[in-house]
């Protein structure tokens, strides 16, 4: 019997790990960012009053083994840009989850060339697609700096608050270079869910309004296969 128990508890310990682990990686792939759409670390800018945007990307892990789909609609209130994430995600040794986040953003401009900000965002996720459950939350502080009119940096500090596992630290950098009205890229090293990684990225402005985007990424820890992503931001007046 006390076999029977160990085994019981060593089995129940695993799942709550398990699960701890999911929302861990629910909550790093659900935080949307202005500074290219899907990018991990985020800008100091917030849409013009009375404009809204819709984001949309898809996320594929090389070896096909995770796929992601994101969409997010979100408009200027006042003083702050309202947003909500609408995540579905595959994986195959753990099935189908989901994510609704609903977002806010405040930025304050400290200079011409210089803004800082606060993102809030809540998490609500569901493990093979049933009923939603309360996941965490995470603040964010981003800080942009505009080094010259077509090179950007933005830093990122932050932390990610689970309800089943300890909080962490969420930080980043990123370079965003544009030598064209039509074009930027964007260099990126961030920790996300205990793990560093970084990504490359290409935007091309389609018009002044429609942006499609495309990035591979990969982590420093080989637990996570290297994915790519492909999406596009439309934005739009009220």
Known sequence: MKHLHFVARHVATTARTRLATVAALGLGASLAHAAGGHHAVDDATILDEGQCQLSAWSERERQGNRTLYHLEPGCRVGPLELSLGLEHQSENDIGRTGNVSPQLKWVLPLHDRLSVGVVAQAHWQSE?????????????????????????????????????????TRAGAALE????????????????????????????????DLSIDLSQARGDHGRVAAWGTLGATWAFDR
Do not use: C, I
């Open 128 to 168: 093979a697609l049933t009923s939603l459950h309360a996941a965490g939350s995470t603040l964010l502080v981003p800080l942009t700096w505009h080094a010259s009119d077509s090179v950007k940096l933005h830093l990122n500090l932050g932390r990610d608050f689970m309800r089943h596992a300890p909080g962490t």
């Open 177 to 208: 270079w544009s030598p064209a009205a039509q074009w930027s890229f964007v260099a990126e090293r961030f920790r996300e869910s205990t793990f560093n990684h970084w990504r490359l990225g290409v935007r091309w402005m389609v018009t002044p």
